[in-house]
Each structure stands twice: as C-alpha cells, then as structure tokens.
C-alpha cells in the first residue's frame, strides 16, 4: 500500500516552519464507506495548493495530528488543512498551516520499513487560526493503558484511494483488523479494508468509557506493494503522548519541538534528496 507520492521538486526556503511543500499524491480507504457528516468531523485533509498530500485530525481547535513522512520533503507550495469532505471539486474553507513538528526522532534512513520498527511517524500542525465549530477528537495516553491486540476491529477515516488505482479524495472510514502488535507500532490485516494513497497520518480509534481516542495514525504499507493488498503499519499514539502536547504548545517559529522548516542551501537540499533512499510510503 502506497501513502503518498511526494514529488522531489526543491526550492529554497524563505524563512521558519512555514515550509513551501506540494505532492503528486490526489488519490479513500479500500472497501470503506463515505463517511456522514458527524461521524468524524475532526478529520481533514492535509493539503498543499488545494491538492491532498495526507490525512490529518484535530486534537485541538488549531493543532492537528498527521504523520512525520508528510510533514519531511522540503517541496514547492504552502501548506494547509481543510474539513471539506470532498477534494475532488476543488477544497474549500483551507486554513493556513503555520508552523509544523514532525518528530525529531522520525527515522526515514532505512530502505523499505517492511515490519514494524521505531520510525517516529507522527507529526504536528499548527494552524493559523483555531477551527471552532468541531470538537477535537481525544488522543490516547499510556494512563488509559489502552490494550490493542490482534483481530481487534479499529475505526479509521481518512482520505485515500478507493481503488489502487484511481484518484478520488473522498473522506471515507471503515473498521480496520488488527494484525501484529508491538510497543510502537502495530500492523493492519492484508484483507479489506485497508488504506491506500492518501491516507497516511489517518487516524485509527479505540472507543471507551471517556469516548473515543485516537490510538494510531497511519503510517506506510508492509512491505512493498503499491496495490494496496499487503496490510499498513499503525504508529501508536500513546507513546508519544508526551511529545504530542508538548509539540502542541510549541508555537515558536524557529522549530524547536524539533521539526518543521529548515532554512537551507539550495545546493544542500538537492544533495539530501541525493542520498535519500527509496520506500514504500502510504
């Protein structure tokens, strides 16, 4: 399973977090439904020049939640986060993202993540101004001691293909299996439904007494397929729940939650994209 597509376009960064960023990626979950109106109404789209680059959440009025690899290319455009259910006429209602941490401990250097690893893919927006008329959706914190086992059914939403080969952004959800799980990640079955393009940084729910938490987000397919038929790696959440609210709060501009922009040489960026290796992101 395929998450995005970045292209490797670079441009030299004017200044801060607010990074320029664009991405070949406009493709919803396969065997999943349209989602109604209420059902997940924290869950956006990520996107840069009006075209989805992923799938983000709001866990505050102006913060939401998306994952590391989304948040890594230095690439052409300004980011930004919508509601709008449906990106394939256009998006509207965009808010400006103004700052981003994608975790400082994201490991992008091995080639093809193909089982489940420490790779830190969670990340942070910070959002030029609060959306107000949505309640947040709440995280996962190790105080929950929330348990994820294999062949438990977790909701997801988010805004990828719903075939692996074509291109809607529609914002659909579907209850997705669990497969194998590990302290940081845990795997998704090989059987729909199951992400695809554009869902990377959905988010995966548990639903308890206190209501429903965000216990993953949607990280990259096992092994290489691009058909969206291998099953996907889930970064959990409450690990780094410490991190998330600290990141939250970080509204600095020079990044110092440890992401965001860089403000590099043009001939420095296009030596990092030199030695970066090739995987398989959703």
């Known amino acids: 399973m395929v998450y995005r597509d970045l292209a490797l376009a670079v441009t030299l ?15 919803a979950i396969i065997g999943g439904d349209a989602s109604g109106p209420s059902e997940f109404a924290a869950t956006g ?23 590391a690899h989304c948040l890594e290319e230095p690439l052409f455009g300004t980011l930004g986060f919508t509601l709008d259910p449906d990106g394939s006429d256009g998006t ?58 294999a ?13 692996w080969t ?15 799980v590990e302290a940081f990640e845990f795997s998704t079955t090989a059987t729909d439904p199951q992400p695809c393009t554009g869902d990377s940084g959905a988010p995966l729910f548990v639903d308890g007494p206190s209501g429903r938490r965000i216990v993953g987000v949607v990280s990259r397919a096992v092994g290489t397929s691009r058909r969206c038929d ?11 729940a410490a991190w998330i609210a600290a990141a939250s709060k970080d509204r600095d501009p020079g990044c110092s939650a440890g992401g965001g922009g860089s403000v590099l040489p043009l001939g420095l960026l296009w030596a990092l994209h030199a030695r ?7």
């Open 45 to 67: 789209m990520l996107v840069n020049k009006e075209q989805l680059l992923c799938t983000a959440t709001l866990i505050a009025p102006d913060v939401a939640l998306t994952a």
């Open 230 to 240: 291998t099953g996907a790696i889930i970064t959990r959440v409450a690990p780094y």
């Open 151 to 163: 062949g438990n059914q977790l909701a997801m939403c988010g805004y990828g293909r719903i075939l």
């Open 276 to 282: 970066r290796r090739r995987r398989t992101p959703r």
């Open 13 to 27: 960064v004017a200044s801060g977090c607010s990074v320029d960023k664009t991405a070949t990626t406009t493709h």
């Open 92 to 149: 509207s209602d965009v808010v400006s993202v103004t700052i981003y941490h994608p975790h400082p401990d994201f490991d992008d250097g091995v080639n093809d993540f193909v089982d489940l690893a420490v790779r830190n893919d969670i990340g942070i927006l910070i959002l030029k101004e609060p959306i107000q008329d949505v309640v947040p959706e709440q995280l996962d914190t190790p105080s929950f001691e929330t348990a994820i086992d």
């Open 166 to 180: 074509g291109s809607l952004t529609l914002k659909r959800d579907a209850e997705m299996v669990v497969d194998r």
